[in-house]
């Protein structure tokens, strides 16, 4: 089946903007992930969803990002006036339940921030 | 605060050759361990997944080890081929809790498997 699809692809903005990020889980999966991972990096942990509501927002370095999953399964990863340090590859996950199982990864998205 | 480190931060190796990949991690109460293969411009791909009671899983040449006592595990890669190159991440995550989903990963090995 269809694995997790993320969209765009490559992002290219300037500072000061206001970008979306836009994730597609795996169909059926409850849990899902945002990470942001710079160059050269493991991926870092910005938060998670179970359904619709965020069971874990830690990793959400300002206020500047907020993240929505208002039916339980698309989700979009809102960053206002963006920043040249927030230029990164912003990954999303999902899997099953949440929890203990394997987290299947979408392919990114590429965004710069000039 | 869960910290992972990976190492070596690069390995460059002919192909056919046994390799050993680290990873280490400073909270030993974890609930599992994951690595993954990350190409070049690509997502993340699971490779194997270690409960915390387990001490080590095998898919194909692969092997993973954990000692999580000592806060470290091990992917064997046996007789190394060029399509092997890619970069490798471990993750650990916490047990249950508002983090239970979350995963802490390392900064990666970058393999190289030349002919």
């Known amino acids: 089946g269809a694995g997790v699809s993320q969209t765009p692809s490559n992002k290219v903005t300037e500072k000061g903007k206001y970008v979306e990020l836009r994730c597609d889980p795996i169909?059926?999966?409850?849990?899902l992930y945002w990470y942001r991972q710079s160059l050269g990096q493991g991926p870092e942990f910005l938060i998670y969803f179970q359904g619709t509501g965020a069971a874990d927002d830690s990793g959400l370095p300002n206020d500047r990002f907020f993240a929505v999953r208002p039916e339980g399964s698309v989700s979009t990863l809102k960053i206002q006036r963006t920043e040249r340090g927030d230029s990164a590859v912003y990954l999303c996950a999902s899997s099953l339940r949440g929890g203990g199982e394997t987290q299947y990864f979408g392919p990114g998205t590429r965004l710069l921030v000039l | 605060k869960q910290e992972v480190t990976q190492i070596p931060a690069a390995l460059s190796v002919p192909e056919g050759e046994n390799l050993v990949l680290n990873c280490s991690f400073t909270?030993?109460?974890?609930?599992?361990l994951q690595w993954f293969r990350q190409d070049p411009g690509k997502g993340l791909t699971s490779l194997l997944l270690i409960q915390s009671s387990q001490r080590e899983q095998t898919s194909g040449r692969l092997n993973a080890s954990l000692d999580k006592s000592s806060g470290r595990s091990t992917l064997y890669i046996a007789a190394s081929q060029p399509g092997d190159s890619a970069t490798y991440l471990c993750a650990v995550r916490l047990p249950s809790g508002t983090s239970y989903g979350k995963l802490t990963f390392g900064q990666g090995t970058i393999l190289t498997v030349h002919p």
């Open positions: 169909s059926g999966h409850t849990a």
């Open positions: 909270d030993s109460a974890i609930y599992n």
